[in-house]
DNA sequence: CGGACAACTTAACACAGGTTGGCGCGCGTT
DNA sequence: AACGCGCGCCAACCTGTGTTAAGTTGTCCG
């Protein structure tokens, strides 16, 4: 009753009572815990199926031969870490948990056996693959084209609007448990500057963060500092 | 004969000369010319078909509200630029001609006849979402957190090996018909930075770029330069 | 052949963001 | 209670890259 992939789903298309019985199914077997800062899948890893996040945050990350990480995606509840798990690729990258994380674990044949039984299982994978490329291709336009601010600011938006897809929000607060490097590595900065960065928004009246709640005081101020526009995410 | 989307295949999946046929097809019908610096898609268009390129280089843009522009991908021949297309969504970015271009343009029912006769060119289409996916994580990992020669070798690594999968190398020289602006919007830096980095590049022995050519001089050289793995593009 | 315009190239200077280092707090461990 | 340690926070300094501007080359077209 309480599956995040679902009530993200929700938002977008018409699920019918046994649509969300087949995707709860899903997500009801092979439930694993991972601490923070433990791999869900390692590097070059080949993975034999797919993980569901239930709760927790997690990222994908590529870790550079010197040790410099770049952190390529966040994982959220209800976000696929594996969308391509059924076609026995070996993966370029990690998936490392941020947080304590609970995962569901998918086999490609549960996959195939739920879209066959229920199409709009398929439409759901398909929304869930375009709204993952259209972050990656923001992701690639903010770390090249935005400064600092725009980049944090962006992000927040971003997050809130993803959280709140999913239940998380409550009002324009929403959970940030992840560290400042974690913030640094994945907007391509260092944890200093996302410090100077954090305290510029914060004195501007934009945010707070305080016990890893963020919480948006300006929800308009903000996207305009990041020229954030929420279409990308929409899909609709 | 001379379909450069079923040179990069055939690299990866073994092909019956019905299924190159039939992708064949796909690319013969509705050629269109772009002349460089137009759009082949404009940003929020809503395109009905997928094109192909056949010939020349575009990219896939983001513009910020204050005119800076971001390349989030680079469209080689052989390339979809729309792989989403048959699902009909708004796309949040544009497509733009870098150099004169030729297309194919296709339409979804042609995919899903194409899809339907030979099953071979669903999984064509799979691997080449695969490989953008792979490639739109790198760059991000790029921007974020390679130095400005860095990510120019790794680019350059990247073009080496796509542009040999579709026939377009000759030996270590490959085409580069893009100007230093651009590869600076690609890069997420600076003309005159590219201008810098290039004679680093040069001046170190590692290539030398003249008339549009780029002569890769130091092949392992440069790949170490750029600590560029080519395992995310192969997919195998 | 010559003019126009874009792209390349270089130099001087400016600044955003990186680096280093230090302090304090909170929390888990013993 | 004491310790360790990762994280938040801040300041001083440094550097890689951006900015601006100007001269040079290349290329297209009349």
Redesign the pocket.
């Known amino acids: 009753m309480d599956n995040p992939f679902v009530r993200k789903m929700e938002r977008h298309v018409r699920l019918g009572p046994e649509d969300r019985a087949t995707l709860d199914g899903l997500a009801r077997q092979h439930v694993r815990h991972v601490a923070a800062r433990q791999d869900i899948e390692g590097q070059h890893s080949n993975p034999y199926h797919a993980h569901l996040i239930l709760d927790g945050w997690a990222c994908r990350y590529k870790q550079l031969p010197d040790g410099r990480r770049a952190i390529v995606a966040l994982l959220l509840p209800g976000d696929l870490c594996d969308p391509f798990a059924f076609r026995r690729v070996r993966i370029d990258h990690a998936i490392g948990a941020l947080t304590p994380v609970t995962v569901a674990r998918i086999t490609p044949d549960q996959i195939g056996d739920a879209i066959r039984d229920r199409p709009m299982v398929e439409e759901c994978l398909w929304r869930e693959l375009l709204a993952t490329t259209a972050i990656h291709r923001e992701w690639i336009a903010s770390v090249g084209r935005r ?3 725009e980049r944090l600011a962006h992000l927040f938006c971003e997050l809130h609007l993803r959280l709140s897809r999913v239940g998380l929000a409550d009002g324009a607060t929403v959970p940030m448990p992840v ?3 974690d913030l640094a590595d994945a907007l ?6 996302i ?1 100077r960065t ?2 510029e928004l914060r004195t501007s009246g934009l945010v707070t963060l305080r016990g890893r709640l963020l919480t948006i005081r300006d929800l308009d101020g903000l996207m305009e500092r990041g020229l954030f526009d929420p279409t990308y995410l929409q899909l609709a």
């Open positions: 400064s600092a601010i560290t400042q490097p391509g900065q260092t944890s200093v500057h410090n954090l305290k």
